[in-house]
């Protein structure tokens, strides 16, 4: 029953929000925004976690991460209230308690009627995602687990690379050490928590910084941020990629601080907390995906530049402008930077710096395209239409949503100041999408959308980080024109009467709660809505012939441990999905990925394998000091692979009259044989 994930839900809050919020509590942030900002930097607190372990070669775990809490909490403590520049600075709060309580409330309503849509999408608490990249995601929580070792140096070695950024798989270990759940169970928790908790909480502040809506929009703008056919959905209908998830759930709250430090101009009063803050969010978010982070500075890029143009154009240029000598008798006249404060100097500098650093990073972080499969497939006007309307990747946009959006965007071109923000705020996603789409393949296809593999659903996600401000500004363009009618017509009728110009707070509640509860109803129960999470369930049913694993071969992961010692060593095919044997089955196994880098000699394994009895170069290049198993699954290939492109023939045909192999256990068509040769 879906009640049994309860503990992993309840185990993932605390994770994801406890140690952030402690450590943005001791940086004087008010209490609200540290609950809201709270996931980034938890996640960066749980890198720091396991590279602490790492340095002093100790296994990582639980107490680690509530070591480094205590440790991170205590430095900002110490740096606030023990030292003259801490205790000047004041408490940093772009979000009110009265605000945070009434997205909470939206929120509540929003997740009554939509959690049951989630719970049946995701089928049962057992239930896997049969999507490629899973094979790997389980294993590498399950290697933490078993291990210790849990550094994005160490998930790396995994695929025998480099790093990999790893806050989902170390977040998930957690979760399922202190819960007790299964791994299953434990994805479950981690995912519903992901997307109905950090994702709102994440888009609050964003929406906050740049709309700062009133009491009804802030209502109604939990059924909106689920009501879209992107993030997060179109992410969990095609590919399950849930380190991405995790990070483009938190990437709002990072483009809120970033843009905040554009806008308010007394945040350079305390640079040192201000930066830490910032840096911090930003390994959180990037060690969860790089490309996640990245689409938080782009949403920030246009208005760190406006609010520069904006701070050049002004305070800068006009005390250039300022004779010097109207400061002093015997100074000469001229232009000079001495007539410039200090203030305005340092924040255009500031602004420089973010600005140029937000573009040298985009410049220059997208990986190798080579194998990225994802071409053009609209076009320019199409494309547009999607980012601008709320769209994504062709899929049925609510009506509703599309005439929010267009009323947002009204808003924002004939705005001024606070209301146009949301525009430039969705320049940069809309280049990306746009870009990975419609545009054709030329470099700078590449240079924008690269970051995230020129990938058209992740593209698509990031838009709608943008999108659900969009049409929370189109909710507070229409109030506004609602109430503007409303005091004009009584104006007219109690002529020479003070009129309210705005309704009373405890009538606007009512309102939207109402309204959010009209909304949540509306999204939750139309049919193409319903047909998206059908979608979505089909990635976690286990078909006759499933994309990842079937049903008779997770019951022989089950058996395994039956029939393979501790120390046994499973030799599998892994575009079968045999990498998940050593999750499930809790038993080492030849490759837990179909990617990982094989040497010459594993390499000529998997082309003769079928020739272990005759042909010792095969026993030669595996283990001479553990019992030897191969586990024969299904005959379905991951992706449409054919087993000629993957160099795996060495498994074809492989029977118990092949000399050297011996069966020992069968579960319908899924065989293990012992090998009885090397």
């Not at 309580?101 to 239930?127: E, K, N, R």
């Not at 286990?542 to 019951?555: I, K, M, Q, R």
């Amino acid at each position: 029953m879906w009640t049994d994930v309860i503990p992993g839900v309840l185990v993932a809050v605390a994770l994801l929000v406890a140690p952030g919020a402690a450590a943005l509590l001791c940086c004087r942030v008010s209490w609200p925004t540290a609950l809201v900002a709270a996931p980034p930097v938890s996640l960066a607190l749980l890198a720091i976690s396991t590279l602490l372990a790492a340095v002093v070669d100790s296994s990582w775990g639980p107490l680690w991460m509530l070591a480094t809490t205590v440790l991170g909490a205590g430095v900002c403590a110490v740096w606030s209230f023990a030292t003259p520049w801490g205790r000047r600075t004041a408490r940093w709060s772009p979000l009110s308690a009265a605000a945070a309580g009434q997205y909470l409330i939206g929120q509540v309503i929003a997740l009554l009627f939509l959690v049951p849509l989630f719970l049946t999408a995701f089928v049962a608490p057992t239930t896997i995602a049969q999507r490629y990249d899973n094979a790997f995601h389980l294993n590498a929580i399950e290697s933490i687990v078993r291990t210790g070792e849990a550094t994005p140096f160490d998930t790396g070695q995994l695929l025998r690379g480099a790093v990999y950024p790893n806050s989902w798989h170390t977040a998930a270990a957690l979760v399922q050490e202190l819960s007790g759940l299964g791994l299953a169970q434990t994805v479950h928790a981690l995912t519903l928590v992901t997307v109905l908790g950090v994702w709102p909480l994440s888009v609050w502040l964003l929406i906050e910084v740049l709309v700062r809506p009133g009491i009804v929009a802030r209502l109604v703008t939990g059924p909106l941020s689920l009501a879209f056919a992107g993030f997060p959905l179109v992410l969990l209908d095609w590919g399950l990629v849930y380190p991405t998830i995790l990070g483009l759930a938190a990437a709002p709250a990072l483009a809120a601080v970033l843009i905040h430090l554009a806008l308010d101009r007394s945040l350079l009063a305390s640079p040192v907390r201000i930066a830490a803050i910032i840096a911090v969010m930003g390994i959180g978010v990037g060690i969860a995906h790089p490309g996640a982070a990245l689409a938080g500075l782009i949403i920030a890029l246009p208005i760190t530049v406006l609010a520069l143009v904006r701070q050049l154009r002004g305070p800068v240029l006009d005390s250039l402008r300022r004779p010097a000598g109207s400061r002093s008798r015997h100074a000469s006249r001229g232009w000079s930077l001495r007539t410039v404060p200090a203030m305005d100097l340092g924040r255009a500098a500031v602004l420089m710096v973010v600005a140029v650093g937000i573009m040298a990073v985009w410049a220059t972080m997208a990986p190798s395209t080579d194998t990225a499969p994802w071409t053009a497939f609209q076009s320019t006007p199409q494309a547009l239409g999607e980012a601008f309307l709320g769209g994504a990747m062709e899929r049925f946009t609510l009506p509703l949503i599309v005439v929010l959006s267009t009323l947002g965007l009204l808003g924002a071109l004939l705005g001024r100041g606070r209301d146009s923000l949301v525009l430039p705020a969705m320049l940069g996603p809309v280049a990306v999408y746009w870009a990975s789409s419609a545009a054709q393949d030329v470099f700078w296809r590449n240079l924008l959308s690269g970051f995230l593999y020129r990938d058209n659903f992740r593209t698509s996600a990031v838009v709608t980080l943008v999108a659900v401000p969009l049409v929370v500004a189109g909710v507070e363009t229409l109030l506004r024109g609602l109430r503007r009618l409303v005091t004009a017509r009584r104006a007219r009728r109690t002529e020479g009467e003070s009129t309210p110009t705005a309704l009373p707070t405890a009538a606007a509640l009512v309102v939207g709660v109402l309204a959010s509860t009209a909304l949540s109803w509306h999204v939750s129960s139309d049919p193409h809505v319903q047909a998206r999470f059908e979608t979505v369930s089909d990635a976690y049913r286990t078909w006759e012939f499933a994309d990842l694993v079937s049903g008779p071969e997770f019951a022989m992961f089950e058996d395994l441990s039956e029939h393979v010692p501790e120390d046994g060593y499973v030799i599998t095919d892994p575009w079968e999905g045999g990498g998940l044997a050593y999750a499930f089955g809790d038993r080492e196994v030849s490759r837990i990925y179909m990617t990982v880098k094989r040497t010459p000699e594993e390499k000529y394994v998997d082309a003769h394998f079928q020739d272990i009895a005759s042909d010792p170069r095969v026993c030669a290049a595996l283990p001479a000091d553990q019992p030897l198993y191969y586990l024969d699954l299904e005959e379905h290939r991951l992706g449409g692979n054919k087993i000629e492109d993957s160099g795996y023939l060495g498994f074809e045909g492989i029977t118990e009259d092949t000399p050297g192999f011996d069966l020992v256990h069968r579960v319908g068509d899924v065989r293990l044989y012992e090998i009885d040769t090397c």
